[in-house]
């Protein structure tokens, strides 16, 4: 028996879904490089039709899933019936029909896990990289705030309570900035918890 059509493209999906979630697992690729990649003009082409794609793959590999599912069991009880009362031909094309439908079976099971494992892992960068800029974007602008109020000349009693404010303010922004990164802390746990249950899975 040979592979057919629908099931050498689901190999070849499964194949170019592990590349791509080894790619996104490389931990010296940060965060804001792939915001940088999903933004680029190929990745916003890409990521216009990105979504109603990844429902009818989901779908698809779902609906797969299922029928590979129902083949092993109806070949697995026809095996079981056969024990002892068929001949040696018929035993050796139910094994061949029983070893297809389970193959197909993993073959589609472990693509439907990598693509629900690569969606969960691109919305943890997309989170992570917001959380990055959110506190850097806060903390500059804070920065230049204080910076500007520094410079003026002859602070009057309302420059100063000015001056305190904006302190009071890059004091909160602080906690904010330490806040977000801690989320992206705990973001990054869950990523490598991700790709450590993913390598055990694999195992």
Known sequence: FQMTIEW???????????????LLLIPWI??????????????????????????????????????????????????N?????????????????????ERNEYITGFSLLLFLVISRIVKIIHRMSDFEMSAENALRQAHSTSKTVTESSGESERQKKMKGELES??????????????QSKILQKDYDELLARLKKHQA
Not at 83 to 92: E, H, K, P, R
């Open 81 to 101: 019936q056969m024990q002892g009362t068929g001949t040696a031909a018929a035993d050796a094309v139910v094994h061949a029909h029983l070893f297809h439908a």
């Open 169 to 182: 303010e890059i004091s909160t922004t602080r906690a904010e900035r330490d806040n977000l990164l801690n």
């Open 8 to 22: 050498s493209v689901i190999a070849a999906l499964l194949y170019s879904e592990i590349t791509i979630t080894l």
């Open 30 to 79: 940060k965060p804001r490089i792939w915001r940088t990649i999903f933004k680029s003009r190929i990745g916003h082409a890409i990521g216009q039709y990105a979504k109603q794609s990844a429902l009818v793959v989901g779908a698809l590999l779902f609906m797969l899933f299922l029928d590979a599912l129902r083949g092993t069991r109806k070949y697995t009880n026809l095996n």
